[in-house]
Nanobody
Framework: QVQLVESGGGLVQPGGSLRLSCVAS????????MGWFRQVPGKEREMVAV???????EYAESVKGRFTISRDDAKNTVYLQMNTLKPEDTAVYYC??????????????????WGKGTLVTASS
């Protein structure tokens, strides 16, 4: 059973910083990609930043230059450093992972998982 657990959300004043973490656990063989999405009530979930194994990080235009995604494959962990936060960054942030896993001695490739989300609020 693969699980993604996010942490690091909270309340911060505009202009402040937060660092989100997401740890993937379970029978993981390797990681194809890990990333962050966010959602506000009444809107669709949107991509914030994604990091694949062989490609450069991909960022939403609205966060370029302010957010940085990084990964530690030895720890099955992805991070999102968020600087110069704006009120419009307020949302529930979800971790997403595309993994290759082993279950009952069978390999499954390209399995996608979501975390339960962590709330980020940028407000004075």
């Amino acid at each position: 059973q693969v699980q993604l657990v996010e942490s690091g959300g909270g309340l911060v004043q505009p202009g402040g910083s937060l660092r989100l973490s997401c740890v993937a656990s379970g029978n993981i063989i390797s990681i194809n990609s890990m990333g962050w999405f966010r959602q506000v009530p009444g809107k669709e979930r949107e991509m914030v930043a994604v990091l694949t194994t062989k490609e450069s990080p991909e960022y939403a235009e609205s966060v370029k230059g302010r957010f940085t995604i990084s990964r530690d494959d030895a720890k099955n962990t992805v991070y999102l450093q968020m600087n110069t936060l704006k009120p419009e960054d307020t949302a529930v942030y979800y971790c997403n992972a595309d993994l290759n896993i082993l279950t009952d001695n069978v390999r499954y490739y390209g399995m996608r998982y979501w975390g339960k989300g962590t709330l980020v609020t940028a407000s004075s």
